[in-house]
């Protein structure tokens, strides 16, 4: 037995230093991973931190070479002067108004669409779904001119039924909520035909609740995209009071020429709302996009 011994300590001693060897080896690979994250998230986020320091700086301040990174006497006097005298507040409502219009129109059309194309069973249905797939091929810009014309044709021109109808509905919304309704186990649709839940009852107390990820990530998505509307509002209106923040922060560039700092802090006003929902909902965006990427 101890002639034994002696042999089995070199073994030891190499498998001790191997798994060194393999713990250094993570522990380097997660170091380099960690700092080119951070280069990336640093050149991601520098050009918003420069917007933040501008909007803090003198017109002269901004102007001066070398820039200055870092404000030494802040001046927070330009939010408010952007929130009073460009109307942010008015924008930045409109906004609001339309964009949750278009998220809950969005939500419910796709909602309704994905079910049918996930659970129904009707003719054509494969055909259907690959025109819904084909409309998100086609360019807003190749629409544009028609949905404008028909917009006046039915005399919504002006009105906040010109800026929400268009975008009710949408194909996109409709593809991402149906690949969460797959990803569900099919034994639950025949359990709730078992317990005698029809389609609205299956669909409201067990899918929906069950595909929630997919949902938020629509509906972030869909707040992004109207929040952000640019050419479409200007386009389809001419009232000032129904103007959105994207125009707005064109007119408070207008207005404020002399003063860049003050269009810089208009700048952050209107996206801050972006980057709060952005940093709350991270989460169920990413589960969203993810949720019907592996089955089973």
Request: no cysteine.
């Amino acid at each position: 037995m101890s002639a034994d011994v002696p042999a089995t300590v070199p073994a030891a001693v190499r498998v001790a230093k191997s798994s060194q060897r393999r713990r250094a080896r993570r522990v380097a690979l997660t170091a380099v991973r960690y700092l080119v994250l951070t280069a990336l998230a640093v050149v991601i986020l520098f050009p918003i931190y420069i917007t933040v320091v501008n909007s803090l700086l003198q017109p002269e301040q901004i102007a001066k070479r070398p820039p200055t990174l870092f404000p030494t006497d802040p001046d927070w006097s330009t939010y408010s002067t952007a929130w009073t005298d460009g109307h942010l507040g008015r924008y930045l409502m409109n906004s609001f108004l339309v964009t949750v219009v278009i998220v809950v129109g969005q939500v419910v059309t796709s909602v309704l669409a994905a079910y049918a194309f996930a659970f129904l069973e009707f003719p054509a249905k494969r055909a259907l779904f690959v025109f819904f797939l084909a409309t998100m091929m086609v360019p807003f810009e190749v629409t544009f001119f028609t949905n404008q014309a028909t917009i006046v044709d039915l005399g919504w021109y002006d009105t906040y039924l010109a800026l929400t109808v268009p975008f009710l509905a949408t194909g996109f919304g409709a593809f991402l909520v149906r690949q969460s309704f797959l990803s569900l186990p099919p034994q639950l649709r025949d359990a709730a035909e078992l317990d005698g839940a029809g389609h609205w009852r299956f669909m409201t107390k067990v899918a929906v609740p069950l595909a929630r990820p997919g949902i938020a990530a629509l509906a972030l998505f869909s707040f992004f995209g109207a929040f952000n509307q640019y050419l479409w509002p200007l386009i389809v209106t001419k009232d000032e009071r129904l103007r959105t923040v994207q125009i707005g922060l064109k007119y408070l560039r207008n207005t404020q020429i002399d003063q860049i700092n003050v269009t810089f802090a208009g700048t952050i006003l209107a996206a801050l709302p972006l980057f709060v929902l952005l940093v709350l909902f991270q989460k169920q965006l990413v589960r969203g996009l993810t949720a019907g990427a592996v089955k089973g």
